[in-house]
């Protein structure tokens, strides 16, 4: 599968964002999907995830309550809307998928990152 990740940007501290991913290939459904991100000087870190028919989900401690994660496995797309942006949300977001019902566990495929930059 190949992903392409779009919708970073500049936005203010309390902006919203929506970031996407579309993915090419088949069997879009059979892959669970993640977001992840790295800031500038720290490492890769895994914001939110969703299992292949999105009955599981995963939020970091860090964006519960801001962000939301969902699937549109029609439309092979993968979504991420922020709200309540912070500065400590300035990264570059990657979507990544891996095989499998679940979001767990190593990711095999990455888009190519969409940088985000939350202004204070």
């Known amino acids: 599968v190949q992903l392409q990740a779009s919708g970073g940007g500049l936005v203010q501290a309390g902006g919203s964002l929506k970031l996407s991913c579309a993915a090419s290939?088949?069997?879009?459904?059979?892959?669970?999907m993640g977001w992840f991100r790295r800031a500038p000087g720290k490492e890769r870190e895994l914001v939110a995830a969703?299992?292949?028919?999105?009955?599981?989900?995963f939020k970091a401690d860090s964006v519960k309550g801001r962000f939301t994660i969902s699937r549109d496995n029609a439309q092979n797309m993968v979504y991420l809307q922020m709200t309540s942006l912070k500065p400590e949300d300035t990264a570059v977001y990657y979507c990544?998928?891996?095989?499998?019902?679940?979001?767990?566990?190593?990711?095999?495929?990455w888009g190519q990152g969409t940088l985000v930059t939350v202004s204070s």
């Open positions: 290939g088949r069997a879009f459904s059979r892959y669970s």
């Open positions: 969703i299992s292949w028919i999105g009955g599981s989900v």
């Open positions: 990544a998928a891996r095989q499998g019902s679940s979001y767990k566990g190593r990711y095999n495929y």
